[in-house]
């Protein structure tokens, strides 16, 4: 099978969704549960093989650990199908709706987009993910997922398709994309074929698929997250955000990855902020201003560079530097920011104003910490990725951003003058 | 200047837009609009230099119409300039807005692209309706024309930049990209200092920009648009729809280029269709069924090819052909769609409802001329051009589909568990 045999599959199938009723929909969710829930066994099986590949190909044990799956995270991922299940179905709403004065109404529709392509890494757990939220929203989904969880996708496709038919849905609405790293090229060239393309993983990845793809792309989660401690913060509650955002989940997107420190807090902040992050296990990377608090409390510093204050660690480091003024902070942030989640903490409401108006991100926050931008803790049950681009969809992605609109023109024969 | 030297310049000036208030965003329209009218004389000139060169290259006569100013086109686009002034500001639009369980409170804020790319023809007046639009959205604009108009464009965009130094606003908010072709790819490489690009003019310019652009585009206007009349349509009202959506105007993108009748109505509508075409004046391209309904009236009918039924004619044309069933005329629209706006003409409540809902397209209509499609008649006051793509925006964009959003989250020091 060629993408382009693969798209049209996609294509055919999604006509039917498009028509699908929300309770067909959420029968084929359910089913598609059964069925992997049923395939236990071969999906671990499946997963086996890749893991002992990928141990043979001295993949590294954070590697490994997201490519494994264990009865605990199959089941996860099954009850991650059913819960879609009870999510309102997107399509169909109205989102607005007037008449003109020739008494022409008009209503803008939320409808599927057709077919999307989700390009992703080793975690097979996103193969269900993706396409349950692609079935949910009446889309056709084409998945890529990398080559070293190869099995363990293909085991959990064939259990997705197998329910799709069991709920008289067209099995081809999930299709697994397998075969040589060129058919990633292919998809990102089949413009007219797949109507949005999806990156989810690291920043090389998204990188090279919006750089690369002419289907449209939406862009999503790298983020170099920053939290500024203005002059007026409370101290406690900035060193309580600073440390939920850099310590809770250090691997995901919206944590903070740079904190900045107003100078005129900096010696009733940061020696108490260093001992915590210390205490915490994080390695601070910081300007000459935070080594020197380093030094005073004892606490060791990394010269930091721009690399730095560019990188998204990922991990229990932060870069950290001081700043004059609000304007600095927000120059800092301008030049280095991915424009995901940006922070404040302030006592001042002139400092949040301008800082939320100033800030260009998916999100800013004021005195909250930023592991609070997620789709989960948005409300919105599901979510594809948090987009960092500003067509279409900004922020977290749930069920109504994998939608496009119609307008829907009923008249009693009007023309126009 | 090399196009990042203006980029960023447009970037700088894009931080004072977005923090412009409206009262400050209208007076820079109003002073954009005393300057151009003050500079009329300079424009008229320029126009006048660009229409000789024109001709001495041989222009067409309905290409050097598009060139050409006149001092009514000079008012009206002024006039347009001033009613951009009087239309409600996207910027800061609270879009909705709720409260986490822990008391977090997110409001989903609209804010400006940033900077805003525009690739256009020949006609001048565009020059200064996107730089209007972009100004009352709050984006900063890099305004790359064709070089057939260079000289009327760089009078109007000297007069926009004076009215805004006027008005204290940055001038490199309106900048015209001058000089060679290998700009407008330097343009569409520009990713990360150019927020959106959006083509304006025929379908090969907005082909070439959507396949080799690196920076998100908004895809506009192509419109090969179907009229389907139904078995059970009023042939009246058929045909008062017809003329309109075909003759009105034909050189734009909402006026009709293909109709498909029902064969069960053909023998009541196609005749009379037939002869209402040819008094107006259109030349029918025939299946051989419509063919033979042309020798019955004496109306004759020139053989239709797949390329006519591909055809966006814009001009006194008309693609035509019977189908057998409702299901036939989708399956042609899907086939030759250019997903614009597509018509049904049905008395049959049940045929509209499947048309309405499997017609893939940014509009669908029934019962109504496809020329509604369009930003004045929604409405909207102002119109960037009519988007047929599915991300971002679908259908005729006024000035919210000119911005983005970004969420702002408020709290108390909330962190997450």
Request: charged share 20%; proline share 4%.
């Amino acid at each position: 099978m060629t993408i382009r045999d693969q798209a049209e599959a996609a294509r055919e199938a999604s006509l039917v969704l498009a028509r699908a009723t929300r309770a067909a929909k959420d029968a084929g969710l359910e089913a598609m549960a059964d069925a992997v829930a049923k395939a236990e066994v071969e999906v671990l099986e499946a997963n086996e093989r890749d893991l002992a590949n990928g141990a043979a190909a001295h993949m590294s044990s954070a590697l490994l650990d997201r490519l494994r799956l264990t009865p605990h995270r199959v089941a996860s991922l099954v009850d991650g199908l059913r819960s879609l299940a009870g999510l309102p179905d997107p399509v169909g709403d109205v989102v607005r709706g007037w008449t003109t004065p020739e008494g022409v109404q008009i209503r803008q529709v939320r409808v599927p987009f057709g077919v999307v392509g989700i390009i992703y890494e080793a975690r097979p757990n996103v193969t269900a993910d993706a396409a349950g939220i692609c079935l949910k929203s009446g889309n056709a989904a084409l998945l890529r997922g990398s080559s070293s969880a190869a099995e363990s996708n293909a085991a959990i496709v064939v259990a997705l398709r197998r329910g799709l038919d069991q709920a008289d849905l067209p099995a081809d609405a999930v299709q697994l994309i397998e075969g040589p790293r060129e058919l990633t090229a292919e998809l990102m060239a089949a413009r007219g074929l797949v109507d949005v393309l999806i990156p989810r993983g690291g920043a090389g990845l998204i990188e090279a698929v919006v750089r690369d793809s002419q289907v449209p792309v939406i862009e999503t989660g790298v983020g170099n997250c920053h939290l500024f401690v203005d002059a007026s913060a409370d101290v406690a509650l900035a060193i309580d955000i600073l440390l939920n955002a850099k310590v809770q989940r250090p691997s995901v997107c919206n944590s903070v990855e740079t904190l900045l420190v107003h100078s005129d807090i900096a010696d009733a902040f940061l020696p108490q902020a260093l001992r915590a992050l210390a205490e915490a296990g994080v390695t601070v990377h910081g300007s000459e201003a935070v080594s020197a608090y380093g030094r005073v409390v004892g606490v060791p510093v990394v010269d930091a560079t721009d690399d730095d204050f560019a990188a998204e660690y990922l991990s229990l480091d932060i870069a950290a530097a001081t700043v004059d003024s609000l304007g600095d902070a927000l120059a800092h942030i301008r030049r280095f920011s991915t424009g995901h989640s940006e922070t404040i903490v302030t006592g001042s409401q002139a400092s949040a104003v301008s800082f939320s108006n100033e800030v260009d991100a998916a999100a800013v926050l004021v005195n909250a910490s930023s592991r609070f931008v997620d789709g989960g803790e948005f409300g919105f049950g599901a979510e594809i990725g948090i987009s960092t681009q500003k067509l279409h969809a900004r922020g977290p992605m749930g069920l109504p951003e994998m939608t496009s609109t119609k307008y829907v023109l009923t008249g009693a024969g009007q023309t126009r003058r």
